[in-house]
Antibody, heavy 124, light 107 residues
Framework: EVQLVESGGGLVQPGGSLRLSCAAS????????MSWVRQAPGKGLEWVSG????????YYADSVKGRFTISRDNSKNTLYLQMKSLRAEDTAVYYC?????????????????WGQGTQVTVSS | DIQMTQSPSSLSASVGDRVTITCQAS??????LSWYQHKPGKAPKLLIF???ILDTWVASRFSGSGYGTDFTLTISSLQPEDVATYYC?????????FGQGTRLEIQ
């Protein structure tokens, strides 16, 4: 059974940092591209960042470019999102999501598995 | 960025009704389009990928169609468990973008 379990969320002050983790199991983790998707309160889904299966290619939404860093440790089956210079508008539930079939982001498709999400609140 | 416009934004229908949600892309995305069902407090669930392919274990009352810029999600006979918000998502061009969502309720 495929499982994605996020952790690391919490309350942080504006300008602060946080690192999210997503522990994966039930599939060959390094064979699939992964993404982070967030949902701000009362808003829709927003793609934040993606990474290829091998970790060599990373992609970001303009809203987080230069502040967030996505990475993965395939030996630990874990995806990460390092978030710095956090702003109030980064407040959201953050989901990790597995690409349906692609190892490389150029072959991306839909997301067939999602975690339950972790809440990030940026407030003083 | 490719803008994805869903309509309607909200919808109320009766059990057994046929329900249609549309999604329009601001640029040609070929068939790189997925549909998700999202219930509060739950992980989003993939329903349709490649515009028209039903994901595994998804009920056959769901179907998708379209190509290029215009896409449709159809529920052939609405069930109470279908109450949720539905999103389209394009994968044709980065950044990946989602529609604003369609909230579906039972009358």
């Amino acid at each position: 059974e495929v499982q994605l379990v996020e952790s690391g969320g919490g309350l942080v002050q504006p300008g602060g940092s946080l690192r999210l983790s997503c522990a994966a199991s039930g599939f060959s983790f390094g064979s699939y591209a992964m993404s982070w998707v967030r949902q701000a309160p009362g808003k829709g889904l927003e793609w934040v960042s993606g990474i290829s299966g091998g970790g060599g290619d990373t992609y970001y939404a303009d809203s987080v470019k230069g502040r967030f860093t996505i990475s993965r440790d395939n030996s630990k089956n874990t995806l990460y999102l390092q978030m710095k210079s956090l702003r109030a508008e980064d407040t959201a539930v953050y989901y990790c999501a597995k690409d349906l079939r692609a190892m490389y982001f150029s072959d991306r498709s839909g997301f067939d598995y999602w975690g339950q999400g972790t809440q990030v609140t940026v407030s003083s | 960025d490719i803008q994805m416009t869903q309509s309607p934004s909200s919808l109320s229908a009766s059990v057994g009704d046929r329900v249609t949600i549309t999604c329009q892309a601001s640029q040609d995305i070929s068939k790189c389009l997925s549909w998700y069902q999202h219930k509060p407090g739950k992980a989003p669930k993939l329903l349709i990928f490649d515009a028209s392919i039903l994901d595994t274990w998804v009920a056959s009352r769901f179907s998708g169609s379209g190509y290029g810029t215009d896409f449709t999600l159809t529920i052939s006979s609405l069930q109470p468990e279908d109450v949720a918000t539905y999103y389209c998502q394009q994968c044709g061009t980065l950044p990946i973008t989602f529609g604003q969502g369609t909230r579906l309720e039972i009358q």
